[in-house]
């Protein structure tokens, strides 16, 4: 059992944390800071911590666990607010969906300390963002992965996945490298294409008309786009090499298409149907992901 979570950033995936660790009895009390007064506020109401911290230094003051939980973007500014008072045994994790960028600023900022910090992405979230949304049950089941790197503390590691497993996780470990090509072709790509694809409907005169028809289907395939601007702004930035070069093998199969439609090329059009139809039909996604 920690004695005490430090947690930056009370929003959903922090919040809910939170709550997994008091569910699961891990955890004695949280202390958390949030930008925003209110969402600490908010939180603090909802039992998601029981201390509001009136900084980040502050809410890692006295903490043997600490997770950073804000936009990828904002890694490095938090861990060089925090890291006068990074402690021995502390243990440190993110909740980050890129890991490489999220790596190189924990390098830059703590230095001696690094081993101190275990990289987590944990495949789970909602399309609603905010602490209201929090949910004790939010990871339970899913995968999270972890992304150690040579200076990893052996013990910090394996007091990381005991966490994650005893939330009841399915803990894999990747180079900080693979998860980011995994992970701009099954997460980062599909979110682009589903934004894209509502701007497209959007942008035009009879946007009203045409999603006033749609059915089942656009709503699981556009579903994804309903998630946080901010949050997937920084996520294709700081992994935009890897999600580019997505983009373009995307762009072939699609411009493949189009020519059979073109042509009219029914036999390989099905083809390739068919092939996507198989592959689909034939994965079977480990834990429960969504919005990952």
């Known amino acids: ?44 109401s909802m039992g998601v911590i029981d201390i509001e911290a009136p900084s980040a230094l502050l809410a890692v003051s006295g903490a043997d666990i600490v997770l950073v939980a804000v936009p990828v973007a904002a890694t490095e500014a938090t ?33 001696d300390h690094i081993g101190l910090f275990v990289p987590a992405h944990p495949i789970a979230g909602k399309e609603q963002s905010g602490v209201e949304h929090a949910d004790a049950d939010l990871y339970s ?14 013990a910090q590691l394996q007091k990381a996945v005991d966490v994650w497993t005893r939330l009841g996780c399915l803990v894999q470990q990747m180079t900080p490298q693979a998860h980011d090509a995994a992970f701009a072709a099954v997460s980062h ?32 395939f556009s579903r994804i786009a309903a998630s946080d601007p901010k949050v997937w702004r920084d996520i294709f930035l700081a992994n935009k ?14 411009h493949a298409l189009e020519l059979m439609i073109e042509s009219g ?26 919005n990952g």
């Not at 689909?280 to 996604?285: N, V």
Request: proline share 4%; net charge positive; charged share 20%.
């Open 241 to 254: 090499q890897e999600l580019l070069a997505q983009s373009k093998v995307f762009q072939r199969s699609l």
């Open 141 to 154: 089941g899913k995968q999270v992965i972890l992304t150690p790197i040579d200076r990893t503390n052996p």
């Open 79 to 111: 861990l060089k607010t925090v890291k006068h008072l990074v402690s021995p045994n502390m243990l440190i994790m993110d909740v980050g969906s890129t890991k490489s960028d999220v790596v190189d600023s924990a390098r830059r900022v703590l230095r």
């Open 1 to 44: 059992m920690f004695e005490q979570l430090g947690l930056i950033g009370c929003g959903m995936m922090g919040g809910s944390f939170a709550l997994a660790l008091k569910k699961a009895g891990l955890v004695k009390r949280v202390v958390g800071y949030s930008k925003s007064p209110s969402t600490t506020e908010r939180a603090r």
């Open 189 to 220: 790509l599909p979110h682009l294409i589903a934004f894209a694809a509502m701007t497209a409907i959007t942008s035009q005169d009879a946007a009203k008309q045409l999603l006033s028809v749609a059915g089942p289907g656009f709503r699981d």
């Open 265 to 290: 090329n029914t036999q390989a059009l099905e083809g390739m149907l068919e092939q996507a139809r198989t592959a689909r039909t034939g994965w079977r996604m480990n834990g429960g992901n969504k």
